[in-house]
């Protein structure tokens, strides 16, 4: 069992930054892939980034060159630098997990945080 608290969203305005942060549970986590996702009102869930259990990252376009994802797994960590923010980036952001590779890069995964809220204003 995994549990995934997100944390560092807030409001910000057009340009910002913000850091979120996500607390991982267990003592598996190097075993974990982990994702970023976000969902904004009336839209579907969208992948942000994709940490792999080496470290590598994948980070969606819209995001490219504002966005850094990374983990720390000392600390059982995973972060979304997000720079430049824009308004098309307030959303709710989960941090998620799943064992398998796979899943998060196709859109699934098996664990998911709460949720923090991002909010850049105009």
């Known amino acids: 069992q995994v549990q995934l608290v997100e944390s560092g969203g807030g409001l910000v305005q057009t340009g910002g930054s913000l850091r979120l942060s996500c607390a991982a549970s267990?003592?598996?986590?190097?075993?974990?892939?982990m994702g970023w996702f976000r969902q904004a009102p009336g839209k579907e869930r969208e992948l942000v980034a994709t940490?792999?259990?080496?470290?590598?990252?994948y980070v969606r376009d819209s995001v490219k060159g504002r966005f850094t994802a990374s983990r720390d797994n000392a600390k059982n960590m995973v972060y979304l630098q997000m720079n430049v923010l824009k308004p098309e980036d307030t959303a709710i952001y989960y941090c998620?997990?799943?064992?398998?590779?796979?899943?998060?890069?196709?859109?699934?995964?098996?664990?998911w945080g709460q949720g923090t809220q991002v909010t850049v204003s105009s």
């Open positions: 267990g003592r598996a986590f190097t075993s974990w892939t």
């Open positions: 940490i792999t259990t080496s470290g590598s990252t």
């Open positions: 998620a997990a799943d064992r398998l590779p796979y899943y998060i890069p196709a859109g699934r995964a098996t664990y």
